[in-house]
């Protein structure tokens, strides 16, 4: 054998090699600590990969899980479309479960941890959904008796194997030995489908197995190839590009999807010997057909690139109006490799600061062709990491997140695949991230020289988590207008109103501990949520002290309003006994009584300023490595303070 052809099979043999090694990394993971808790940086370590690896072979963490599943025998399509001529479809699909495995402890750690991952069970029904479609693509070639649509008819079908799939493995995951699960389950399927023989004929009589040219697994016709190897083959190995359920769908030469969104024969596009049936969805292909012209035609009519002219046009949005088409944003996702979205990841979706940034950014966005994915957070670092490989998944085209947990490293991932990134808040200086916030230091400062300057001489604030970054900034403007104005200050630590220990003011990581830092302020900064709930127990933490605040300033509006309540329950007058202020200037501000005095932080402003940037970013506007736009915060008075 020439070197030449033996460099790509060691080229081959190494894939395989670290693709063996991301999945045992992963699976030794996901046992020792469940699904959910791991992520694909730390399986990248165990792996000695890099994270940017492990995407490229798995672009959703859950493919990772699902590699070779152990419990089921065959993927479904495939073993009704290679069964002997004669075999049912039912008996074809009753060997999917098997009566033993080889390995009974693996699978039982396997279900495990299945059964305590929602995220898991949620990919598992997208991947049944996945095969639904794929067997529907087989019984379009073969319908027998049945006038059934094979799309229902597949659905039917299934709905019993996946049934009896997550039973057995819930009950493996409870404590059923594997046997005993499995012998049920075997039963259970076999009940289900000679039930569902009854009332569909062709599915437990045998018909021949046609197949169209190229036969069965060369991938050259309508029939799926095998799995993985890219010929066509459905689920394929997840991911790596062979047709992988959710993974990027290969070339479409055999596939059953087709070649989504034109109509070539795939599933995707009901043209695989079933177009124009009521209830299925047109092609651009029909489209084209009844206008008279070609699909690219149709394509420039729909994204406007090219001229097209108006009679042309005429005929081609009637066309689409008779058909009820819509342009299949999958598809030209795969075409483009762009998927028209942008991700945000936000920390509470319920702060009405959050929508109206989100709006901010769908101003500018939504004229530009692209759509929002929001992910929510609560502020918890593990689940901000989650969201990002979700993003990564999903393969937006860039990312926003306003989440203050996050390390640096965590985005290594994202900024690793070329993915615009901008973050909202904080002053973290790295490259491949763009900043935009408000002067959230200033904004602060100007707070308390507010109050000052209104006589208030004992200051409280009810500030966020330590660790976050624009509840650090905030402290140190208003400290920074505390030593500017020479004002009392008791020196002291900072306190989590949690708990009632003193902790770090800006500290990494944000544990307990003392803040020795300048001006600190004894008892009068309190750590708590960024929420309603938060703000009233802050607040009530500073009202309890032997010589409470006469004024509290907020770090958000909805903290604000939660100091307010304080104040009415404990007979308080605002702000003749306290004075409370907030920041942000949500609308519910000037709803509540009395009406809030606070900081406007132009949340819409600052949704459209990332937006701006990160399309500047995608069309290469950018040259810089990272960038920071400042939005100036500015002082609303009202009747609070």
Same mark, same amino acid.
């Given at each position: 054998?020439?070197?030449?052809?033996?460099?790509?099979?060691?080229?081959?043999?190494?894939?395989?090699?670290?693709?063996?090694?991301?999945?045992?990394?992963?699976?030794?993971?996901?046992?020792?600590?469940?699904?959910?808790?791991?992520?694909?940086?730390?399986?990248?370590?165990?792996?000695?990969?890099?994270?940017?690896?492990?995407?490229?072979?798995?672009?959703?963490?859950?493919?990772?899980?699902?590699?070779?599943?152990?419990?089921?025998?065959?993927?479904?399509?495939?073993?009704?479309?290679?069964?002997?001529?004669?075999?049912?479809?039912?008996?074809?699909?009753?060997?999917?479960?098997?009566?033993?495995?080889?390995?009974?402890?693996?699978?039982?750690?396997?279900?495990?941890?299945?059964?305590?991952?929602?995220?898991?069970?949620?990919?598992?029904?997208?991947?049944?959904?996945?095969?639904?479609?794929?067997?529907?693509?087989?019984?379009?070639?073969?319908?027998?008796?049945?006038?059934?649509?094979?799309?229902?008819?597949?659905?039917?079908?299934?709905?019993?194997?996946?049934?009896?799939?997550?039973?057995?493995?819930?009950?493996?995951?409870?404590?059923?030995?594997?046997?005993?699960?499995?012998?049920?389950?075997?039963?259970?399927?076999?009940?289900?489908?000679?039930?569902?023989?009854?009332?569909?004929?062709?599915?437990?009589?045998?018909?021949?197995?046609?197949?169209?040219?190229?036969? *069965? !697994? &060369? @991938? /050259? #016709? $309508?029939? %799926? +190839? =095998? *799995? !993985? &190897? @890219? /010929? #066509? $083959?459905? %689920? +394929? =190995? *997840? !991911? &790596? @590009? /062979? #047709? $992988?359920? %959710? +993974? =990027? *769908? !290969? &070339? @479409? /030469? #055999?596939?059953?999807? +087709? =070649?989504?969104?034109?109509?070539?024969?795939?599933?995707?596009?009901?043209?695989?010997?079933?177009?124009?049936?009521?209830?299925?969805?047109?092609?651009?292909?029909?489209?084209?057909?009844?206008?008279?012209?070609?699909?690219?035609?149709?394509?420039?009519?729909?994204?406007?690139?090219?001229?097209?002219?108006?009679?042309?046009?005429?005929?081609?949005?009637?066309?689409?109006?008779?058909?009820?088409?819509?342009?299949?944003?999958?598809?030209?996702?795969?075409?483009?490799?762009?998927?028209?979205?942008?991700?945000?990841?936000?920390?509470?979706?319920?702060?009405?600061?959050?929508?109206?940034?989100?709006?901010?950014?769908?101003?500018?966005?939504?004229?530009?062709?692209?759509?929002?994915?929001?992910?929510?957070?609560?502020?918890?670092?593990?689940?901000?990491?989650?969201?990002?490989?979700?993003?990564?998944?999903?393969?937006?085209?860039?990312?926003?997140?306003?989440?203050?947990?996050?390390?640096?490293?965590?985005?290594?991932?994202?900024?690793?695949?070329?993915?615009?990134?901008?973050?909202?808040?904080?002053?973290?200086?790295?490259?491949?991230?763009?900043?935009?916030?408000?002067?959230?230091?200033?904004?602060?400062?100007?707070?308390?020289?507010?109050?000052?300057?209104?006589?208030?001489?004992?200051?409280?604030?009810?500030?966020?988590?330590?660790?976050?970054?624009?509840?650090?900034?905030?402290?140190?403007?208003?400290?920074?207008?505390?030593?500017?104005?020479?004002?009392?200050?008791?020196?002291?630590?900072?306190?989590?109103?949690?708990?009632?220990?003193?902790?770090?003011?800006?500290?990494?990581?944000?544990?307990?501990?003392?803040?020795?830092?300048?001006?600190?302020?004894?008892?009068?900064?309190?750590?708590?949520?960024?929420?309603?709930?938060?703000?009233?127990?802050?607040?009530?933490?500073?009202?309890?002290?032997?010589?409470?605040?006469?004024?509290?300033?907020?770090?958000?509006?909805?903290?604000?309003?939660?100091?307010?309540?304080?104040?009415?329950?404990?007979?308080?007058?605002?702000?003749?006994?306290?004075?409370?202020?907030?920041?942000?200037?949500?609308?519910?501000?000037?709803?509540?009584?009395?009406?809030?005095?606070?900081?406007?932080?132009?949340?819409?402003?600052?949704?459209?300023?990332?937006?701006?940037?990160?399309?500047?970013?995608?069309?290469?506007?950018?040259?810089?490595?990272?960038?920071?736009?400042?939005?100036?915060?500015?002082?609303?008075?009202?009747?609070?303070?």
């Amino acid at each position: 054998m020439a070197s030449g052809e033996r460099v790509p099979a060691r080229r081959e043999r190494k894939k395989a090699e670290t693709r063996s090694a991301i999945v045992a990394a992963a699976r030794r993971l996901f046992g020792e600590r469940g699904f959910d808790a791991v992520t694909v940086v730390e399986v990248a370590e165990a792996a000695d990969v890099s994270a940017k690896t492990v995407f490229n072979y798995f672009p959703a963490k859950e493919q990772l899980f699902f590699e070779e599943g152990p419990l089921l025998a065959g993927v479904p399509s495939e073993v009704v479309s290679g069964r002997p001529a004669g075999e049912s479809v039912a008996g074809a699909l009753r060997t999917l479960l098997p009566s033993s495995v080889a390995d009974p402890a693996a699978l039982v750690e396997w279900a495990r941890v299945y059964h305590g991952s929602p995220a898991l069970r949620a990919f598992g029904r997208e991947m049944f959904a996945e095969q639904e479609r794929a067997l529907a693509g087989v019984l379009a070639r073969d319908r027998g008796p049945n006038r059934v649509t094979p799309g229902i008819l597949a659905a039917v079908v299934l709905s019993p194997v996946r049934e009896v799939w997550e039973t057995v493995l819930t009950r493996m995951a409870t404590g059923t030995g594997p046997e005993d699960a499995l012998e049920q389950g075997v039963r259970a399927l076999g009940a289900a489908l000679a039930m569902l023989g009854q009332g569909f004929p062709g599915l437990a009589e045998g018909v021949p197995v046609r197949t169209t040219a190229g036969g *069965v !697994g &060369d @991938g /050259s #016709g $309508g029939v %799926p +190839g =095998r *799995v !993985g &190897d @890219g /010929s #066509g $083959g459905v %689920p +394929g =190995r *997840v !991911g &790596d @590009g /062979s #047709g $992988g359920v %959710p +993974g =990027r *769908v !290969g &070339d @479409g /030469s #055999g596939d059953v999807s +087709g =070649r989504v969104g034109e109509g070539s024969g795939g599933v995707a596009d009901v043209q695989a010997g079933a177009a124009g049936r009521r209830g299925e969805r047109a092609g651009i292909m029909r489209v084209a057909a009844l206008a008279g012209v070609s699909a690219t035609t149709v394509s420039h009519t729909l994204n406007g690139r090219r001229p097209v002219a108006e009679k042309t046009r005429h005929r081609v949005l009637e066309a689409i109006d008779q058909l009820g088409y819509r342009p299949n944003v999958l598809a030209r996702s795969l075409r483009t490799s762009k998927s028209q979205t942008i991700g945000l990841v936000i920390p509470d979706i319920t702060n009405p600061f959050y929508p109206a940034l989100a709006r901010g950014m769908q101003d500018v966005l939504g004229p530009a062709g692209y759509d929002q994915i929001i992910s929510n957070t609560d502020g918890e670092r593990r689940l901000e990491r989650s969201a990002l490989e979700q993003m990564i998944a999903r393969q937006v085209d860039g990312l926003a997140f306003a989440v203050f947990n996050t390390h640096a490293e965590d985005l290594l991932p994202v900024i690793e695949r070329g993915m615009p990134v901008v973050r909202l808040g904080g002053r973290l200086i790295q490259h491949g991230v763009d900043v935009v916030h408000s002067d959230d230091e200033s904004g602060a400062r100007e707070a308390t020289r507010y109050l000052l300057d209104r006589g208030y001489l004992r200051i409280g604030f009810v500030c966020g988590p330590a660790e976050e970054g624009p509840a650090a900034e905030r402290v140190a403007g208003y400290r920074a207008a505390l030593a500017d104005a020479d004002a009392d200050t008791d020196a002291g630590a900072d306190v989590n109103a949690d708990t009632d220990t003193g902790v770090k003011g800006k500290g990494e990581g944000g544990g307990v501990g003392v803040d020795t830092g300048r001006g600190a302020v004894a008892g009068l900064v309190v750590h708590t949520h960024f929420s309603r709930q938060g703000g009233a127990m802050g607040a009530a933490r500073l009202l309890d002290l032997p010589e409470p605040p006469d004024a509290l300033l907020c770090a958000n509006d909805v903290m604000a309003i939660g100091a307010l309540d304080v104040a009415v329950e404990r007979g308080l007058r605002v702000p003749d006994d306290v004075a409370i202020m907030g920041f942000d200037d949500i609308e519910s501000a000037s709803m509540v009584t009395p009406r809030l005095t606070t900081m406007a932080n132009p949340a819409r402003e600052i949704g459209q300023a990332c937006a701006r940037r990160l399309l500047d970013r995608l069309a290469g506007k950018v040259s810089e490595p990272y960038s920071e736009v400042v939005i100036p915060a500015r002082l609303v008075r009202r009747e609070s303070a």
